[in-house]
C-alpha cells in the first residue's frame, strides 16, 4: 500500500473514530436501543473520492478501535457496525462502478439516488439476516431475543438501518463533492 494510500486511510479513520466516540447520539424513538450517529459519513465520504479498499479499511480500523475502546452495549457490536457499513458501502459502490462503466457523470443526482437506494436495500436485507441469525444467541454474540419476539422487532431495526443509509450516504456525496471541489480548486 502506498504513502497516500495509508495517509487518507489515517485521516479518514481518526476523523471516523473521534466522531464515534463523541457524545453525539441520537436515540431511536422508536427503539431507544437503535442509536442515529454520524460517523458512517466519512467512510462513505472516502469511499466515493477514493474507492472501496479505502472506505473497507477505514471500516476495520473503526471496528478494532470501538472493539478496545468502546465496544457498546455488546463486547461484539463493533462486528455488527461492520457488516452493516459494509453491507451499505457494496451498494453505493455497485452503482459507482456500474455509472461510471456506462460513462454517465458519477456524480449526478440520479446516481446518488441510486447509490443510495441501493445502498439502504443492501444494508436493510444484509442486517436482517444478521439480526434475524445472531440476536437469538446470548452475550456476547447476540441479546437473547427468543425467536418468537424476531418478527416483533426486526421491522424496527430494518426502519432504522433504512433511515440510517438516507442520510448518510447523500451527506457522503455532498461532502465528497465539496471536497473534490476544494481540491480541484487549490
Known sequence: MNTKKVSIITVF???????????????????????YQLWEIPITTATLLFGFSIGVGISIINTMVLLVIFPGALPTGPFYNLVAILSMLVGVYGIEKLSSGLHFNSKTISVAFFSTSLGSLTRVVTMTIVNWAFLPYPPPVGFSIPAEALPAILPAIAFFNATLALYTIPLGYIFAKAIKNRLSSS
Open 13 to 35: 479513520a481518526a476523523l471516523t473514530v473521534l466522531i464515534n466516540l463523541s457524545p453525539i447520539k441520537i436515540p431511536a424513538p422508536y427503539a431507544p436501543f437503535l442509536i
